[in-house]
């Protein structure tokens, strides 16, 4: 199976293949005057919120971009990852769950690594240099073409691989839910979340934050527990928790033949008897999704870019306040994706243990297709009224924050990044604010065009999507950044040329991928082809990084050495102030809270890779 073949979440196939058979029946799904009071409370309360932030920033940049750099530690963290949660998770990740099994939460858990990283090094790296954007940081690292086309390129990916997908996703729900068309459907929902971020800016957009991952934890934590229960049968939590397991280890027969019916279309290459088994965290090197690559070296090819150069995430933690700030911000930001498998990976297992023979309905693609409405069946039938308005406001308040956040950054980078550099050198500050404004709604309108082309043209699953377009855009930028960061002798020339070579090269493997489909009049021969363990998207993003460094660092002993490089631009252990902004007492140690979660890290993925 390729990326091109899983379907978005079509109404008619969820119907039959879903709620046709199974523990799980159809039921009519309608909401009660509670429900609505606890949706639209909740978004009256984000409105209130959003407003009235916005009316407190004054009108300099630092106020509308970067919050008056005022974010306390638990806005920090909260907001970063309220911007990080949204459709891909809800619907997406909880349906490759289903497909996949636990190995769809590396993404989560391997995040505390970065964010180490992130902690331990790049904040003060960051912080010292006072810049408003990542693009800006590289111009000042490598030079003006670096700087145009990283921020050419962010623009493309926050429009295309992220609002757009997003508004998609929420559409979707509106239209399973309320029975709206899918065009009226994305209109709607990018409207509604984007429209504080424009008048607020990221003051606005954090504060909000903070309310949406408050209710998306509890609420979404509540579906784990009654869905737990649920397989319990009334005899607990627990014993739901041992069902689940049961079934997803294959230990009862009717789910072990299920489970191993679906190993080829997983495990790229592997013959019909291989063993698959569901509940592994660290799956083979030709596993479609989650091969063991992506955990070992998925900072290096995605995460470096996504945590500390990706504008809309890394722009909450130049806000914050001070070093101390920053620093706890991720390390509570790094309990909170802990946390997150739990709500957005952990209802995949138990739906699969309500259905195991899901596996068999139809082709593998529209077992996928189906699979993406998994979260909102579950709130469907097992949710009682009154929680079920809060699980669908904790829904959609991951769309708006994602949408809010990127909004903000997007709107950020054109102004600072293109407007003043290009066009107005000499703003004042008033007007990079108006023209903040301005390009966010024009970018709101080119990402809900987006949205409805995705919607009515394409088949494509929400979380394959994404991940596929980062091969493109995230190894060339992390290979370039963590060289540079290293090595003063890496030029800008260097990292140019090396990005764009790499940007060809992924051009390249992604055609071969697909060599049948999209050059099939080229008639090429077989052997030109990915051998299968070149197919997931992690392995093609592990082998581009590795070919943007070798090929960056041998620019770099043939070119001349580049003299303009000031000590805070690379790093020298003797500037990185690992010991400043650290917490005063032992209960706000960052060294501490942040050893204890590093601690957990290891415990869960011994946990699901060994133990279980």
């Given at each position: 199976?390729?990326?091109?073949?899983?379907?978005?979440?079509?109404?008619?196939?969820?119907?039959?293949?879903?709620?046709?058979?199974?523990?799980?029946?159809?039921?009519?799904?309608?909401?009660?005057?509670?429900?609505?009071?606890?949706?639209?409370?909740?978004?009256?309360?984000?409105?209130?919120?959003?407003?009235?932030?916005?009316?407190?920033?004054?009108?300099?940049?630092?106020?509308?971009?970067?919050?008056?750099?005022?974010?306390?530690?638990?806005?920090?963290?909260?907001?970063?990852?309220?911007?990080?949660?949204?459709?891909?998770?809800?619907?997406?990740?909880?349906?490759?769950?289903?497909?996949?099994?636990?190995?769809?939460?590396?993404?989560?858990?391997?995040?505390?690594?970065?964010?180490?990283?992130?902690?331990?090094?790049?904040?003060?790296?960051?912080?010292?240099?006072?810049?408003?954007?990542?693009?800006?940081?590289?111009?000042?690292?490598?030079?003006?073409?670096?700087?145009?086309?990283?921020?050419?390129?962010?623009?493309?990916?926050?429009?295309?691989?992220?609002?757009?997908?997003?508004?998609?996703?929420?559409?979707?729900?509106?239209?399973?839910?309320?029975?709206?068309?899918?065009?009226?459907?994305?209109?709607?929902?990018?409207?509604?979340?984007?429209?504080?971020?424009?008048?607020?800016?990221?003051?606005?957009?954090?504060?909000?934050?903070?309310?949406?991952?408050?209710?998306?934890?509890?609420?979404?934590?509540?579906?784990?527990?009654?869905?737990?229960?649920?397989?319990?049968?009334?005899?607990?939590?627990?014993?739901?928790?041992?069902?689940?397991?049961?079934?997803?280890?294959?230990?009862?027969?009717?789910?072990?033949?299920?489970?191993?019916?679906?190993?080829?279309?997983?495990?790229?290459?592997?013959?019909?008897?291989?063993?698959?088994?569901?509940?592994?965290?660290?799956?083979?090197?030709?596993?479609?999704?989650?091969?063991?690559?992506?955990?070992?070296?998925?900072?290096?090819?995605?995460?470096?870019?996504?945590?500390?150069?990706?504008?809309?995430?890394?722009?909450?933690?130049?806000?914050?306040?001070?070093?101390?700030?920053?620093?706890?911000?991720?390390?509570?930001?790094?309990?909170?994706?802990?946390?997150?498998?739990?709500?957005?990976?952990?209802?995949?297992l138990i739906f699969f243990a309500m259905k195991p023979d899901f596996l068999q309905e139809g082709s593998f693609g529209d077992q996928s297709d189906a699979a993406n409405a998994t979260y909102i069946l579950m709130i469907k039938q097992l949710v009682p009224t009154f929680l079920t308005g809060v699980l669908l406001a904790a829904l959609f308040g991951a769309i708006q924050s994602t949408v809010c956040s990127v909004l903000n950054s997007t709107s950020t980078i054109f102004t600072l990044d293109f407007y003043k550099m290009f066009f107005r050198k000499d703003a004042t500050e008033r007007e990079e604010v108006i023209v903040g404004r301005v390009a966010g709604a024009v970018i709101l309108g080119i990402s809900i065009i987006v949205g409805i082309l995705l919607a009515t043209v394409t088949k494509v699953n929400l979380f394959i999507w994404i991940q596929a377009l980062y091969v493109f855009f995230a190894p060339p930028f992390s290979a370039t950044f963590l060289l540079g960061s290293l090595w003063r002798r890496v030029s800008g020339t260097d990292a140019l040329i090396a990005s764009i070579c790499t940007f060809l090269f992924a051009l390249v493997l992604k055609l071969l991928e697909f060599k049948d489909s999209?050059?099939?009049?080229?008639?090429?021969?077989?052997?030109?082809?990915?051998?299968?363990?070149?197919?997931?998207?992690?392995?093609?993003?592990?082998?581009?990084?590795?070919?943007?460094?070798?090929?960056?660092?041998?620019?770099?002993?043939?070119?001349?050495?580049?003299?303009?490089?000031?000590?805070?631009?690379?790093?020298?252990?003797?500037?990185?102030?690992?010991?400043?902004?650290?917490?005063?007492?032992?209960?706000?140690?960052?060294?501490?809270?942040?050893?204890?979660?590093?601690?957990?890290?290891?415990?869960?993925?011994?946990?699901?890779?060994?133990?279980?």
């Amino acid at each position: 199976m390729n990326a091109i073949d899983v379907a978005v979440p079509n109404e008619s196939i969820f119907m039959t293949l879903v709620l046709s058979t199974g523990p799980i029946e159809q039921i009519d799904f309608q909401l009660s005057t509670l429900d609505y009071v606890a949706f639209f409370g909740y978004f009256l309360g984000l409105c209130l919120i959003g407003f009235f932030a916005g009316r407190k920033q004054g009108e300099t940049s630092a106020d509308y971009f970067l919050a008056g750099r005022s974010l306390p530690w638990y806005v920090v963290g909260a907001s970063y990852i309220a911007a990080n949660i949204s459709t891909e998770h809800f619907i997406g990740l909880i349906g490759a769950a289903v497909i996949y099994g636990i190995c769809v939460a590396t993404g989560e858990w391997s995040t505390v690594i970065a964010f180490t990283f992130l902690i331990w090094l790049f904040i003060p790296y960051l912080l010292t240099s006072k810049v408003y954007t990542a693009p800006e940081f590289l111009e000042k690292r490598f030079n003006k073409q670096m700087r145009f086309i990283f921020a050419a390129v962010t623009l493309l990916v926050n429009i295309v691989a992220f609002m757009g997908p997003v508004i998609y996703g929420g559409a979707l729900v509106l239209v399973e839910l309320f029975g709206f068309d899918k065009v009226t459907a994305v209109i709607v929902i990018g409207i509604a979340s984007g429209v504080w971020a424009i008048w607020g800016g990221l003051r606005s957009v954090a504060l909000m934050d903070l309310l949406t991952i408050t209710v998306m934890v509890l609420g979404g934590l509540s579906v784990t527990f009654l869905g737990l229960s649920h397989l319990g049968d009334g005899q607990g939590v627990l014993a739901g928790a041992r069902k689940m397991i049961e079934v997803n280890a294959g230990n009862v027969p009717w789910a072990h033949q299920w489970i191993q019916d679906a190993t080829p279309n997983i495990l790229q290459g592997a013959d019909a008897d291989t063993t698959y088994d569901r509940l592994l965290v660290l799956q083979p090197l030709n596993h479609y999704s989650n091969p063991w690559t992506h955990w070992v070296f998925s900072f290096f090819y995605i995460g470096l870019w996504y945590t500390v150069i990706n504008q809309h995430m890394i722009q909450k933690v130049l806000a914050a306040k001070d070093m101390y700030h920053a620093r706890m911000g991720m390390v509570f930001a790094s309990y909170l994706k802990l946390l997150l498998p739990f709500i957005v990976v952990i209802p995949g297992l138990i739906f699969f243990a309500m259905k195991p023979d899901f596996l068999q309905e139809g082709s593998f693609g529209d077992q996928s297709d189906a699979a993406n409405a998994t979260y909102i069946l579950m709130i469907k039938q097992l949710v009682p009224t009154f929680l079920t308005g809060v699980l669908l406001a904790a829904l959609f308040g991951a769309i708006q924050s994602t949408v809010c956040s990127v909004l903000n950054s997007t709107s950020t980078i054109f102004t600072l990044d293109f407007y003043k550099m290009f066009f107005r050198k000499d703003a004042t500050e008033r007007e990079e604010v108006i023209v903040g404004r301005v390009a966010g709604a024009v970018i709101l309108g080119i990402s809900i065009i987006v949205g409805i082309l995705l919607a009515t043209v394409t088949k494509v699953n929400l979380f394959i999507w994404i991940q596929a377009l980062y091969v493109f855009f995230a190894p060339p930028f992390s290979a370039t950044f963590l060289l540079g960061s290293l090595w003063r002798r890496v030029s800008g020339t260097d990292a140019l040329i090396a990005s764009i070579c790499t940007f060809l090269f992924a051009l390249v493997l992604k055609l071969l991928e697909f060599k049948d489909s999209l050059l099939g009049w080229a008639h090429l021969p077989d052997w030109v082809a990915l051998p299968s363990w070149m197919i997931p998207f992690a392995n093609q993003g592990m082998i581009c990084w590795a070919f943007c460094m070798i090929l960056c660092a041998a620019l770099a002993l043939v070119t001349p050495n580049p003299d303009n490089i000031d000590d805070d631009l690379t790093f020298r252990w003797k500037n990185l102030k690992l010991s400043g902004g650290l917490g005063g007492h032992w209960y706000s140690s960052v060294t501490l809270w942040w050893a204890v979660c590093v601690v957990l890290m290891i415990g869960l993925v011994l946990t699901f890779s060994i133990v279980l």
